[in-house]
């Protein structure tokens, strides 16, 4: 997706910016110690990758088996600024505004999974037994807000709240290897074997808006350069409230690892 293509260049030119001016940053070391005097604020740019999925909060009766999972490329840039509180700078609250993917390739075996396909062209709903892989991408711009711990000079961990508001995403699949029962568990049998699929795609009943719990924990490698782990929770269902053809919430939870920049 073109969005997707723009993440993707802008965390690969952030990549080659820090490495470009990183003998300017050890010129500028002294100034640096100086800085959290400055207003007690502190800006970071952070790059990053998201791994993880939309998972329900225990797997449903109707997944039998997770057959694969891929993680996809999710890659995150974001802005942040903390203000360090007090003195001594042990507490501070920051915010920030991200631009990340959020995906995941799933393949799982069925059984009365509820379901619409895509059948000769016509859509028809049921119930699903066998084989379903699933592709789940979403685009956002994510605002966190976080309250601030440091330990000592070299860490430091955070917790907060985040919001997020999807720019475009797809959540779409196939199904073969089984039969879907029309209408109910007992309706008529629609049989898919050997290399016959069916398609699916509930894109436009993605949530466009997502909110959340986030923590995480930063580790100072040198002066300006930082390692960033934070785990994010959406409290709050991918699929809009009124769509009902997946019976069970699934809920974003990604793991977001990474560098960080601090001016």
């Known amino acids: ?64 088996k997770i057959d694969s999972y891929s993680p996809r490329l999710n890659a995150s840039i ?13 507490w ?27 059948n000769d062209g016509e859509r028809v709903s049921g119930f699903w037994t066998g084989y379903v892989k699933t592709r789940y991408t979403s685009t956002f711009v994510t605002v966190p807000v976080m309250a601030n711990y ?9 917790a907060g709240i ?12 196939s199904v073969s290897e089984g039969y879907l029962r029309e209408g109910s568990p007992i309706g008529e049998k629609i049989v898919y074997e050997g290399d016959q699929t069916a398609t699916y795609d509930f894109s436009s009943n993605l949530n466009h808006f997502h909110w959340g719990l986030q923590l995480g924990g930063t580790w100072q490698v040198s002066d300006r350069f930082t390692l960033n782990a934070d785990l994010s929770w959406a409290l709050n269902n991918i699929f809009e409230s009124n769509f009902k ?4 919430n699934m809920y974003p939870i990604f793991l977001n690892i990474g560098f960080g920049y601090k001016f």
Not at 78 to 90: I, N, P, R, S, Y
Not at 150 to 158: D, E, G, L, P, T
Not at 245 to 248: E, K, L
């Open 78 to 90: 974001e802005g942040v600024a903390t203000k360090w509180l007090g003195t001594e700078h042990k």
């Open 92 to 118: 501070g609250l920051s915010a920030g505004v991200k631009f990340e993917q959020k995906g995941m390739i799933t393949g799982a075996t069925t059984k009365g999974y509820s379901m619409e396909i895509i």
């Open 245 to 248: 053809t997946i019976s069970f």
């Open 150 to 158: 440091s330990f000592n000079k070299k860490w430091k961990a955070r």
């Open 1 to 64: 997706m073109k969005t997707t293509n723009i993440i993707v260049k802008a965390t690969a030119s952030a990549l080659l910016a820090c490495m470009a001016i990183t003998a300017q940053a050890q010129q500028d070391t002294d100034k640096r110690r100086q800085l959290p005097d400055r207003n007690d604020w502190e800006f970071e740019v952070k790059a990053g990758v998201n791994i993880g999925g939309a998972a329900p909060m225990s797997i449903p009766q109707e997944i039998r």
């Open 162 to 173: 985040f919001a997020s508001f999807r720019m475009d995403g797809e959540f779409n699949g």
